[in-house]
């Protein structure tokens, strides 16, 4: 009996990690839109076997009644965009979408089985890239494979696994060190391949917050952290070398759109005032919600997208915080950002390695959606289920 329920529970776990990896593939299937929304089946298939709903604590039901009367009233206050009313209702279950896992029960396995998912999923994609990169004549490779290999869309996962990594604390084994090291280098690597700005900035964030966080707050074991950082430090450094050597491109592709051009005017990733660059165009749409937000400062536009702004029907804030802003208004907005800090709260009292990750997600979310695209809603929805649900059996 103890054997076939060990065997059970087993391929539970092992269920929960193939559908979970599922879960964050980013599927599109019209125009580039992210489109994989399909861990909303999971809690139902749970809720259907088992028969039983968890009920959410008052707070987010509260959310949820509040985000509903908005879409009721957002279709007689925003009339002009009626003729939206599909994409509508699309997007408002869109965003619904991240409560989701709050009406079933999180266990430790399905947290064992979210973290393994997340390591899993970014080395399928990274291990290729990495392969093909390195063995390519990479060093011949010239700037237009940025659209070969890089993406904006997967890079704050990438730096989750890192973390979730770099802060595993396992029984000692006799390979673990040379094991978590080499998936140290190939997750940095994968976060170089990028090509995003983004992803370096976070993922340097996300140090500069854990090296205050152990050197001022977490003193304990004063010696032992530091010495993980520095060993940590010159792994890095080590990287970027082995980089250098055998892929010039892929470091000097950074230094000379990021780096180099901090220090440099008007250039095209750093011009402010022009439309076209990249900061210059993020300044631009953040000008352009926050002067709607003045005009409809209580519904927004009704969980429609910036691209109603444009002709093309087609746009985006480049921001996660500037984008529910948009769709939801300041109140909506309020809520939405209480949800997120006590996510942060929680895991940093239960969960150090996805509060590191979780941090950099949010820097993340300065520079580009990441909780509005499908793999990034499904890391959000299973983050909240675990902090509301707060105790593990």
């Not at 997967?154 to 604390?169: E, P, S, V």
Request: proline content about 2%; glycine content about 4%.
């Amino acid at each position: 009996m103890i054997s076939q329920e060990f065997k059970l529970k087993n391929i539970r776990n092992l269920a929960n990690i193939f559908m979970f990896v599922i879960f964050l593939l980013p599927v599109s299937f019209i125009s580039g839109i992210s489109s994989n929304y399909s861990f909303v089946l999971y809690p139902l298939v749970i809720i259907f076997f088992k028969s039983k709903v968890l009920i959410p604590n008052k707070l987010i039901i509260g959310s949820i009644v509040f985000y509903f009367i908005l879409f009721m009233v957002s279709f007689f206050v925003n009339t002009e965009y009626n003729q939206f009313y599909v994409r509508r209702i699309v997007s408002f279950f869109i965003f619904m979408s991240i409560f989701c896992f709050l009406f079933i029960n999180i266990d430790r396995n399905k947290l064992t089985a979210f973290k393994i998912a997340i390591v899993l999923y970014s080395l399928i994609y990274i291990i290729p890239n990495v392969i093909t990169f390195f063995f390519a004549e990479a060093s011949s490779l010239d700037v237009n494979l940025k659209a070969q290999f890089g993406s904006q869309r997967y890079g704050f996962i990438y730096i989750m696994a890192f973390w979730i990594i770099y802060l595993h604390r396992p029984k000692a084994f006799r390979w673990y060190f040379v094991s978590k090291y080499t998936l140290l280098v190939l997750l940095l690597i994968g976060i170089l391949l990028t090509f995003s700005r983004s992803s370096i900035v976070s993922l340097l964030m996300s140090f500069i917050v854990y090296f205050i966080y152990e050197s001022y707050i977490n003193k304990k074991y004063m010696l032992e952290r530091l010495k993980n950082i520095s060993i940590s430090i010159f792994i890095f450094i080590c990287i970027f070398s082995f980089a250098y050597l055998v892929a010039p491109f892929l470091i000097e592709f950074f230094i000379d759109t990021f780096f180099l051009k901090i220090f440099e005017e008007n250039t095209d990733g750093f011009d402010l005032f022009n439309e076209n660059s990249s900061i210059g165009y993020r300044l631009y749409m953040f000008y352009k919600i926050v002067n709607f937000i003045s005009i409809s400062p209580f519904v927004g536009s009704g969980y429609l997208g910036v691209w109603v702004f444009f002709e093309s029907l087609e746009g985006s804030a480049h921001n996660q915080y500037s984008d529910v802003i948009f769709r939801v208004g300041i109140f909506g907005f309020i809520i939405y950002m209480l949800l997120i800090n006590r996510v942060v709260f929680y895991l940093h009292k239960y969960e150090q390695g996805l509060f590191f990750g979780f941090i950099a997600v949010l820097f993340y979310g300065l520079f580009h959606e990441t909780f509005k695209l499908s793999h990034g809603a499904f890391l959000l929805s299973f983050l909240l289920a675990l902090t509301f649900q707060k105790k593990l059996k």
